[in-house]
């Protein structure tokens, strides 16, 4: 099977790619956090989380700090598994390619 | 770009963010050298007091109350204060540079998680070495700096860069030496805290840095 077939069309954007890999070593990432790690825009970043959200992919927790909201995102279970096996059909790819 | 190259570098990509979420990756390699040079400094400032060629006391005509304050009215915990500071403020310096270039905020979560990880070690040492002088046993505290010290480091490591975690292991070789050659503490300490940040400091900065 070529393993291009594994690659998730999910993770085709490099911002979704950025998002994952934050929470992969994150227990919980912020939305300030990922704006500043991604350098995006409110917007632009607001659409890549309700995509991978609706999926399954990661899961929002809506908190407070005093009165600010602060709402925080972590990987699901499912997320991950998905997203390593993307991993893996990266590397697949790689060294079929070699 | 072939196939190859495109997944190559998306997995580069991936390992990238992971580190710069996860890892205080700012540090500079400047900030050990010039650590280095002022721990070098307050050694060398040092030395007469340690070696009794100057004397101790600050106020030799003061009463001695027993206890902590006795310390503050020796020349030796000023100068290691300063050395403290002094270590502190330029190893900042040349790392808030480095974070600035970057483009990554220097008071992030990652800078705090580093920082806060460090600091145990570092507190709990310091209030074993303050009683360890409390009860005269002056020849352990610098082999318990070190040993403490290069404990911090590896505790570290894994909210850094991992090379740090060479530093630590080097530390804490270089105090247990120290532990069979009590009375040479100032020695061990400037070839720990001196001497080996500076080789490390140039390392990372030559590895890291010195193309930017």
């Keep these: ?98 | 770009m072939t196939e190859h190259d495109q997944s190559l570098e998306t997995l580069q990509d991936i390992k990238r963010m992971m580190e710069r979420s996860s890892r205080f990756i700012s540090l500079s390699g400047l900030s050990g050298i010039s650590a280095g040079i002022c721990a070098l400094i307050g050694a060398w400032l040092a030395y007469p007091y340690v070696f009794g060629c100057r004397p101790l006391f600050i106020d030799i005509h003061k009463d001695f109350h027993p206890g902590i304050e006795v310390l503050f009215n020796t020349w030796l915990f000023w100068i290691a204060a300063g050395t403290f500071f002094a270590a502190l403020i330029t190893a900042f310096i040349f790392t808030y540079l480095k974070s600035k270039k970057e483009g990554i905020p220097i008071w992030g979560k990652t800078a705090k998680r580093l920082l806060f990880n460090v600091s145990i070690p570092l507190i709990v040492g310091g209030i074993f070495l303050l009683k360890l002088l409390q009860f005269g046993t002056f020849g352990l505290v610098a082999p318990g700096c070190l040993l403490f010290y290069g404990l911090a480091l590896i505790n570290a490591s894994k909210y850094t860069l991992d090379e740090i975690r060479y530093l630590g292991y080097c530390q804490i070789i270089v105090g247990l030496i120290n532990l069979l050659f009590v009375g040479y503490g100032l020695y061990f300490w400037a070839l720990g805290f001196g001497v080996l940040h500076i080789l490390y400091g140039t390392y990372m900065w030559y590895k890291y840095e010195r193309s930017e």
Excluded: Q
């Design chain 1, 1 to 98: 099977m070529n393993p291009i077939n594994n690659l998730n069309k999910l993770f085709d954007s490099r911002v979704r790619l950025g998002i994952m890999s934050a929470l992969m070593v994150n227990d919980a990432v912020n939305f300030n956090e990922l704006k500043e790690l991604l350098e995006i825009t409110d917007g632009n970043l607001a659409s890549h989380l309700k995509a991978l959200e609706e999926n399954n992919i990661i899961k929002v927790n809506k908190g407070f700090i005093g009165r600010k909201t602060n709402t925080t995102y972590a990987i699901t279970k499912a997320g991950e598994k998905v997203f390593k096996a993307h991993i893996e059909a990266l590397e697949k790819m790689i060294r079929s390619t070699k």
